[in-house]
């Protein structure tokens, strides 16, 4: 019995002048077309709370809004890339409305990422290495791998050093049987480790950002006492942005190799199943009741954004959906300070950080380590009980809509800007 696989193969363009500001352009019609469809939904449910949105409404739009004085400049644009883009703002409007996101919000200029899309239409030639994008024309590209599958989209984006494009393939696959039939593992992650297995293996952290935070500092010093939008700000301003493509690329790479190790030597992982927003929530309060220990709370916030725990879990789900393997996510509560031997829960059993000693066995090891054990022990027991669901082959909302989110309470229409 065979199987569907989904795969993005990521490649850097070589665009001429011409075609890098086709591509632009390209970019700036999909954030208007976005920004004003949001801007039309924001009306409607103001003026009606149960208005219910789909993409055929603003669909419908389009060729209106390319025949508008102000707005003739759409028609310049694909117009796939015009309705991939209000295919997006349903998604993110649907996305909001089960509870997996917050409302959408309106794309900003040099804030926003830049970055259209093709359903159809775009050709590649692997031989010659290069790909026809639609109003664009051909395109080099370098080809660090084959492609393997049928190219179902092309979303082409902008980064800090250059233009690139993900291929999205699909293929059909037999059924996948995972080589580590059998084993199972529990993971837990932190900031002293990135990643500790029930098994005693652990990775020290990369700290792709902290290492470059005082190069950073130093620049965006200087970017503050230049003329905004200079020549010299520009050039201060790409160098900022490549510093911060370095340190992501860097966190990427160290990620994707421990989902690589840990997914190949375990068919069945178990993972916290982390709150990471919540956790680096900031502690800054308000004016009238300002927080406590900012600072270090600050501190606390950037070492675990700067570990890439989300993207991690994604790694490993999307790594072992491909071998055959499952993922769990366990609860986490008190799995650092419960003794994987007793079972006895307390503070007090982890005196320090790295530290695990128990006060009633007197049981001692590595902290994250013992945590790592008790992830295994719990997911075992919740797994066995038919609690837990395989999150390697179906992703779980795991938010809770509130009212808090209702646009119509507070969000007031914005002038849809490109």
């Known amino acids: 019995m065979g199987t569907t696989l989904h795969k993005f193969f990521l490649f850097k363009l070589e665009p001429n002048g011409a075609q ?136 082409v984006s902008r980064k800090a050093d250059g233009w690139y494009v993900s291929i999205l393939t699909e293929q059909e696959v037999d059924e996948p049987r995972h080589p580590a039939s059998g084993i199972e593992v529990g993971l837990d992650v932190g900031v002293v480790n990135t990643v500790t297995l029930s098994d005693g293996t652990a990775w020290p952290p990369i700290n792709a950002l902290r290492n470059n935070l005082e190069k950073l500092k130093k620049w965006q010093r200087k970017l503050k006492h230049k003329t905004r ?29 421990i989902a690589s190790d840990v997914c190949k030597n375990h068919a069945v992982v178990y993972r916290e199943d982390l709150r990471i927003v919540n956790m680096s929530a900031s502690a800054s309060g308000t004016r009238e009741e300002p927080g406590v220990h900012v600072a270090q709370k600050r501190g606390l916030n950037r070492s675990i954004l700067d570990q890439g725990w989300g993207m991690l879990f994604r790694m490993i789900e999307a790594k072992q959906q491909e071998l055959g393997g499952e993922v769990y996510a366990v609860p986490p509560q008190y799995t650092s300070q419960t003794c994987p031997k007793c079972g006895c829960k307390d503070a007090r059993n982890r005196p320090r950080q790295a530290v695990f000693k128990c006060v ?59």
Not at 237 to 245: D, E, P, T, W, Y
Request: aromatic residues 12%; contains cysteine.
């Open 229 to 257: 939008f200079s020549r010299n700000w520009k050039k201060l301003q790409a160098k900022i942005a490549r510093l911060h493509k370095r340190s992501a690329d860097t966190r990427h790479d160290h990620l994707w190799k």
């Open 20 to 155: 890098a500001r086709a591509c632009a352009c390209s970019c700036g019609c999909s954030r208007y077309t976005y920004n004003r469809g949001l801007a039309w939904l924001i009306e409607q449910l103001k003026q009606n709370p149960e208005f219910r949105f789909s993409y055929y409404d603003l669909a419908n739009q389009l060729p209106q809004w390319k025949q508008e004085e102000d707005t003739k400049w759409l028609a310049e644009c694909h117009s796939q890339v015009l309705q991939q883009s209000l295919k997006d703002l349903e998604r993110a409007y649907i996305n909001y409305k089960e509870g997996r996101a917050n409302f959408p919000k309106f794309h900003k200029k040099f804030k926003s990422k830049d970055s259209f899309r093709y359903p159809q239409g775009f050709k590649i030639d692997e031989g010659k290495r290069q790909i026809y994008l639609p109003k664009i024309g051909w395109m080099k590209y370098h080809r660090s791998r084959f492609i393997a599958g049928k190219a179902k989209s092309i979303t």
């Open 360 to 418: 009633n066995c007197g049981f001692e090891g590595n902290a994250d380590c013992v945590a790592a054990m008790n992830i295994l022990g719990r997911g075992q027991r919740l797994r066995a009980c038919g609690e837990l669901e395989n999150t390697a082959s179906a992703q779980v909302s795991r938010h809770k809509p509130s009212s808090s989110r209702n646009p119509s309470k507070r969000l007031t229409a914005r002038s849809a800007t490109q």
